[in-house]
Structure formats: C-alpha cells, structure tokens
C-alpha cells in the first residue's frame, strides 16, 4: 500500500465526526451506528494495509543495515518560527507508530461495532458514534506525528475527546462532575508538557522527531550544560514532559479523574483504557526514549513513580466493589508496569528489555483490558448494575462472556500461554536487570493483581447467585459478544507473535525471549494468587468479611482510595480556596475595588454639590459672575495695598 494513504486514517474518522455531529440527528440509530462502524471499518483496513506494508512490503519499509527505517509520508510545513525551529504536519511510520495504527483502530473498530448492542436506543446516539470519531481520530494523530507540537495538538484533542465521551450524560450530575474532573487533571498536567515543549526546543531548536531522537546526545548538550535548582535544565525538559504523560496515564499522583471516568458509557471505558488515552504516557516516553536514556535521573523518577503507582492501584482494585472501578485500577497499575519497563532501561546494558518490554505489553493489555470492560459491559447490560453484590452464578446465563472474560483474567494474571505471560515477563526481567528491589516489588504486584482479578471473576461468574426474579440475565446480542471472542482469541495468539522482530526503535534490534528463571516464579506468585482467590470467593464464605472486619480501617482506606480524593479536596478548598484565594478575592474586593469605590463616590459627592454652576439658568451665571468679579477686585486691592 501507498504510504501517502496513510494520511486516509485520519481523514475518514474526522469526515464521520463533522457529519454525524451536524447531521447525525437526521439520521436514525440504526444507519448512524452502522455508517461510524462501516467508516471505522474501512480506517482499520487502511491502517492494517499501511502496517503490513511497513513491516513486510518491499522498498521504503524493509530493514537496512539491522534497523527498520523511519518513513515520514505527507510531510507538509505548517509554521516557520525560525529557520531551523519549524512546525510540520505529516504522518510518522516507524515500529511503534505502525503497532499503535492496528491496536487503536482494532479496538476502536470492535468499539463502533459492540456499541451498536450497548447503546441501542440511548439518546445522542448519534452524537455519541462522532465522539468517538473524533477520538479514534485524535489518538491516531498522536501516535503518527512527525513533530514533539504535532503530537501535543492532538494530544489535546485527545483531551476534548475525552471531556465529551465522560460526560456523555450531561444530564447526570456525576458524570459531569467526573468529566470535569478529567479535563482539569489533565490540562494542568499538560501544563508541564508544554513548558517542557518549549524548553526542549528552544535549545534544540527543532520539533521534529527524527531530528531529536537521531542524535539524542547532541541534543541534550545543546543547553551547553545549563542547569536549573541542581539539575540539567533538559533533564527538567523531560521531566516535565513526562508529567504530560503522567497525567494522561493516570500515574499517581495525577491518577484521580480516571476512576471517575467510568461515568461514561461503558464502550467509552474500553476505548480510554485499553487502546488510546491512558497509553498515551507510555507512548509519549517510548517516542522521546533515546533522550530519556541521556538523563537517567528521570528515568529513576519515572521508575519510581511506576512502581508506587502499580502498588497502589492494585491495592485499591483488590476491595472495590463496583466491577468497572476494579478493571480500572487494574489499567493504573498495568500502565505503571509499562511506564516502569520504560524506567529501568539504563544505557550500561541492553536498552532494548525494558523498550520492549513496555511496547509489548501495550500491545497485548489493549487486547484483553478491551474485552475485560466490554465484557463488563455486557454483563452490567445483562443485571443492570456495577455492584458485584447484584451479581454471582452468571457462567450459566453468559457462558460465552464466562469464558472470554475468564481467558483475559489469565491473561492479565501472567498464565502461559496466554499473551499477558509473555509481555508481563519481559517487564520482570527488565526490572530484574536494573534492581532486585524492582523486580521483587513487580513480582508482588503481579501476585496482586492475579488475586484481585480472579476476586472478581469469581464474584460474578460462581459465588452465591442472586435472585434475579423474572427477568434472568441472559447472552448480550452477537453485535457485542464477537468483539470478545475476537479480543479473547487475539488474547490466546498474541504472546506467540515475535514481537520484538518487527517492533525496535531506531537503534538496534531485539528479540524477546523467555528467562525461565524469572517465569517460573512469576507463574507460582500468580497461582498463589488464583488458588487465594478462588478458596475465598469461588463459594460463599463468611471468611473475606471476618478478614476485613479484622483490619477494617485498613479495608476502608483502601475502599476509599487511601483518602487521595478527601486530600485533594482538603488542599484545593481548605488551603488553595480558604486560605489563599478568599483572601485574594478579600483584598481584591475591599482594598482594590474599595480604592476605586471611594474615588467614585468623592467624585460623585463633589459633582453633586458644584452641579447647580451648570444648571442653565442665566441669572444663576449673572450672579456667579459679579460675585467672582467682587472676590477679584478685593484680592487684586489688597494686594496693591
């Protein structure tokens, strides 16, 4: 395929969000949803062709010299800021950018297709298939960009995208509040990225891609080794573009709004959380890596903030009882496993574990996180709540749903030969290569997350099963149930594919392999997690209460997120509002419009009482006039005298 096509990615999701959004209402359900799946259809197609050619056509896409060369297609100048500092829009083909072209417009197609099912008869229907136009097509701007500028546009798109699929039901105070909520966390973060933007390219005056990742040390030492409070100011540079990604991804402790998030339609959950916004972090770091390899110091923060941020989320997921908020604290914590595969990189060995790593995973947590929450969706679609409590014995009404949510569960838990096994354990070894402390605190975590996901499994699929009355759950429609059994056997495949073959940066090829000693472990930490779990959950059992009464004030923290909600209300509104902005606004209103106040009223006093010399009246200026005469010929007297 022409990789001047490439550019069709973009333009078909942008065609479909301008005509359902101005005359989508025209339309009925049935044709909206189908011609925004149809177009979604038609954009997966491309983006498959543009990536088959990349990694096995002949010509632009083949390998030389053991690199797979970048290609920059439709490349054409927007801005010239200088004669070297110039914005450009085109479209990136390298490794990465061809994987994210089929993993978003994959699980954005089945999205479209699923949605048909989950949404029908929702009103905004229409508005909802351009929403989620507009996403899909703002998040593959992002990852085809040729610039550091491009990307943050439609980073921010990704923003606005988001904003409107979260608050989908504006009429609905929460999801208000939640979309808000996004938004907010979000902007200040990008805050950071775009001063960072800036910062970066102002020493090396250029924005494109190719040109600061080619020469990563050159770039880094065009700040000519300036530094800023002990530290490089480009070291700054990355770091405060990593805090745009942080915010994206969720990583604490910028992870608030995505909890929240899951007041939009489900669909819109397992597009968020699986194939674009929250992996835009991870692919912002793998895009800038070879600079970030320059400044290790950031990558340690990166590193740390992975780890903390993967222990805390499973911490939460392992007690929430609303379905959607496990699966997502469970993407928090498989995003910080991402982002720390990206921390433990270090130059002194093999870049390539942790890069790969990371990339890896994303690849394979879209596929089975996709039919986590879409198979939430059907079953929340089925018995009409997020509570677990409303659920238990649902294998025997949805054992399709049972059985692709049960095959992704062992997926994300690291059982062979299921794909989050293969992924997962690249990120062990990774963290095994940087520190023993890392790979351990990994290792738990992956224990964690086995247990709090099978929890789950166990307490909607076996368990005690409810009184459902009349109205028994049942399989969704076909619409929906072939997204999971598509995403569940991509799960079953996906680990087998040589992913680090076809997806290197531009340095030097790796090939992931299996380090047996670090699998066999992680395999025994995830089945002890699985056998906990299913001798607590798979029946009932008065034992998961008694252990949470035991440690109450330790279940309740985690139930309440550690209280990171409470402590930011309590620094926005009793520190921030109470005591810095009233007495601004004190200060503002009393001293300054206070000052002007009084200048206004002593105008207004004195006009009113001198506003009788200009009345009109002609015997009034008479009498003014002989009497200023009077007064002139006294004081010119007295001063001859």
């Known amino acids: 395929m022409d990789f001047s096509l490439s550019i069709l990615v973009l333009v078909i999701p942008f065609v479909m969000f301008l005509l359902l959004g101005l005359v989508g209402m025209k339309m ?10 149809v177009a979604m259809g038609v954009t997966t197609v491309i983006a498959y062709g543009i990536a088959f050619t990349y990694f096995f056509g002949t010509g632009q896409g083949q390998i030389a010299e053991g690199v797979r060369q970048q290609i920059v297609a439709c490349d054409y100048t927007w801005l010239a800021i200088t004669d070297t500092l110039i914005i450009k829009l085109g479209v990136l ?21 699923y949605s048909i099912g989950y949404m029908h008869g929702e009103v905004g229907f229409q508005r909802f298939y351009a929403y989620l136009s507009l996403f899909t097509m703002s998040m593959l701007g992002l990852v085809v960009a040729t610039n550091i500028f491009q990307m943050y546009i439609f980073w921010e798109l990704v923003g606005v995208s988001s904003y409107l699929l979260i608050g989908f039901y504006y009429t609905t105070p929460a999801a208000v509040s939640a979309s808000k909520k996004a938004f907010i966390v ?25 040109q600061l990742t080619g020469e990563p040390t050159s770039v880094i030492q065009s700040a000519g080794g300036a530094t800023f409070l002990g530290g490089s100011v480009m070291a700054w540079a990355l770091a405060l573009i990593f805090m745009g990604g942080a915010g994206k991804s969720a990583m604490f402790p910028l992870h608030i709004w995505l909890p929240d998030a899951m007041e939009g339609p489900t669909p819109v959950s397992a597009l968020i959380h699986a194939a ?36 805390y989320a499973a911490s939460v997921a392992m007690v929430q009882s609303d379905i959607k908020r496990v699966l997502a604290f469970s993407t928090i914590s498989q995003i910080a496993f991402m982002i720390t595969a990206l921390g433990v990189a270090r130059p002194e060995y093999h870049e390539g574990v942790g890069y790969m790593a990371s990339m890896f995973h994303l690849f394979t947590h879209a596929m089975f996180k996709a039919c986590l929450f879409l198979g939430a969706g059907a079953i929340i679609h089925a018995v009409h709540s997020n509570e677990y409590t ?33 992924s997962k354990d690249e990120i062990l070894v990774a963290a095994y290569h940087n520190s023993a402390f ?13 247990f709090y996901m099978f929890r789950l499994y166990y307490l909607i699929f076996w368990g005690e099963e409810r009184d459902y009355g009349d109205h028994k ?37 790796f090939d992931i392999h299996i380090d047996w000693t670090v699998a066999g472990t992680s395999i025994a930490i995830a089945l002890v997690g699985i056998v906990l779990a299913t001798v607590l959950y798979r029946k009932p059992s008065a034992v998961p209460t008694r252990m949470a009464d035991s440690c109450r004030w330790l279940w309740r923290a985690a139930y309440k997120r550690f209280y990171m909600d409470e402590l930011y209300m309590f620094v926005t509104h009793k520190i921030i509002f109470a005591l810095i902005c009233k007495p601004i606004a004190w200060f503002d209103r009393h001293i300054i419009d206070g000052t002007m106040d009084a200048f206004a009223h002593v105008t207004h006093y004195a006009s009113s009482k001198i506003k009788g010399l200009q009345s009109g009246l002609v015997q009034n200026y008479v009498t003014v006039y002989f009497i200023g005469a009077i007064l002139l010929a006294i004081v010119t007297w007295l001063c001859v005298i």
């Open 473 to 509: 759950p049942h399989e969704a429609p076909a619409v929906m149930t072939i997204p999971l059994i598509i995403l569940a056997a991509v799960t079953v495949v996906a680990g087998f594919i040589p992913f680090g073959h076809y997806v290197t940066w531009n340095r030097e090829a």
């Open 438 to 450: 890392y790979g351990i605190a990994l290792s738990v975590i992956a224990g964690m997350t086995a």
């Open 93 to 113: 083909l390298d490794p990465i950018s061809a994987m994210m072209l089929i993993v978003i417009t994959t699980v954005s197609f089945l999205v479209h297709l």
């Open 28 to 37: 009925s359900h049935k044709v909206a949803g189908w011609l925004g799946t």
């Open 276 to 311: 674009t916004m929250v992996v835009a972090g991870v692919f912002l770091v793998a895009r800038m890596f070879p600079l970030y390899l320059q400044e290790t110091a950031v990558l340690e923060l990166i590193t740390i903030i992975g780890i903390v941020t993967a222990f």
């Open 186 to 210: 979000t902007r200040f973060a990008d805050l950071g990225f775009l001063i960072g933007i800036l910062i970066l390219s102002y020493y090396a005056q250029t924005f494109d891609f190719l």
């Open 390 to 422: 409303a659920m238990g014995g649902l294998r025997k009404y949805m054992p399709i749903t049972n059985i692709t949510f049960l095959i992704s569960c062992l997926a994300i838990s690291g059982i062979p030969p299921f794909s989050g096994f293969f």
